[in-house]
């Protein structure tokens, strides 16, 4: 018989609370599991698997919406195999665009910090100025 698992339980396995379960429930991540007479839900050990799934793929950047199409998708993988390769090769390019503006930020941080190593009273901090513009010059 299988083992059946409460949502505190899975929510332990998961590493996630039990909103989360919730949450993904309502968002159709995880599908509806039946209930006891009681009204308690029943997870199947499918319902670990796919919360790793989830898990491991927010971790990788993708955002639920992306992670339910994956989902979706991964029910066919023979079908689906070219399409889930170009959702994360799609991934790979929000990555590189993101690791681009993160250097660009990094870059202008490091110029004010430079800046401001020998700049007298607060009020004339490049860094409090760069903050302080209003982005129409």
Same mark, same amino acid.
């Given at each position: 018989m299988e083992r059946r698992l409460t949502i505190g339980h899975l929510a332990q396995l998961g590493g996630v609370n039990l909103e989360t379960i919730r949450y993904y429930e309502r968002r159709g991540?995880?599908?509806?599991p039946?209930?006891? #007479? #009681?009204g308690y839900r029943q997870f199947g050990p499918e319902? #670990?698997? /796919?919360?790793?799934?989830?898990?491991r793929a927010q971790e990788l950047g993708f955002s639920l919406d992306e992670i339910r199409e994956l989902l979706s998708? =991964?029910?066919?993988?023979?079908?689906? /195999?070219?399409?889930?390769?170009v959702h994360a090769q799609e991934k790979i390019g929000d990555i590189n665009r993101k690791i681009a503006a993160l250097?660009?930020?990094?870059?202008?941080?490091?110029e004010l910090v430079n800046q401001c190593e020998h700049? =007298?009273?607060?009020?004339?901090?490049?860094?409090?100025?760069s903050l302080d513009?209003? =982005?129409?010059?």
């Open positions: 991540l995880l599908p509806k039946p209930r006891t #007479a #009681a319902a #670990a698997r /796919r919360l790793r799934f989830i898990k998708l =991964g029910s066919r993988p023979r079908q689906n /195999r070219a399409m889930i390769r250097t660009a930020m990094k870059k202008t941080l490091h700049c =007298g009273p607060s009020a004339e901090c490049p860094i409090v100025a513009q209003d =982005g129409t010059t």
